[in-house]
């Protein structure tokens, strides 16, 4: 399985940024897809996940409003659309797959619950 982001960059607060995350080895459909962030001397925290259709979603709290969380299965690719960037969101942005164990299956939010990873990019946001 690989999963590689992009689109990480330096942005003034305020600002805008899509992340991407390319998946590749892995049969996309059948995994939920998250987006996690890690900031320097800090853990690596949930920022927003999406069912494997792509109609459900679940954010935290800290970006709801912000940051938009979607995926396109005819190219095995989720995006994380941030806007209104502040300060606080600078951080390491890591995308993640999730298989799904059964059809009952809530969004994962949970880096535990999250089976694969990408490599990070990182998004800095200057006041």
């Known amino acids: 399985v690989q999963l590689q982001a992009s689109g990480g960059g330096s942005v003034q607060a305020g600002g805008s940024l899509r992340l991407s995350c390319a998946a590749s080895r892995i049969f996309f459909t059948s995994n939920f897809m998250g987006w996690f962030r890690q900031a320097p001397g800090r853990q690596r925290e949930f920022v927003a996940a999406?069912?494997?259709?792509?109609?459900?979603?679940q954010y935290a709290h800290s970006v709801m409003g912000r940051f938009t969380i979607s995926r396109d299965n005819a190219k095995n690719t989720v995006y994380l659309q941030m806007n209104s960037l502040k300060p606080e969101d600078t951080a390491v942005y890591y995308c993640?797959?999730?298989?799904?164990?059964?059809?009952?299956?809530?969004?994962?939010?949970?880096?535990?619950?999250?089976?694969?990873w990408g490599q990070g990019t990182q998004v800095t946001v200057s006041s």
């Open positions: 993640a797959a999730a298989p799904v164990r059964s059809i009952l299956a809530t969004i994962p939010t949970e880096a535990s619950q999250f089976r694969n």
């Open positions: 999406i069912g494997t259709s792509g109609g459900n979603t």
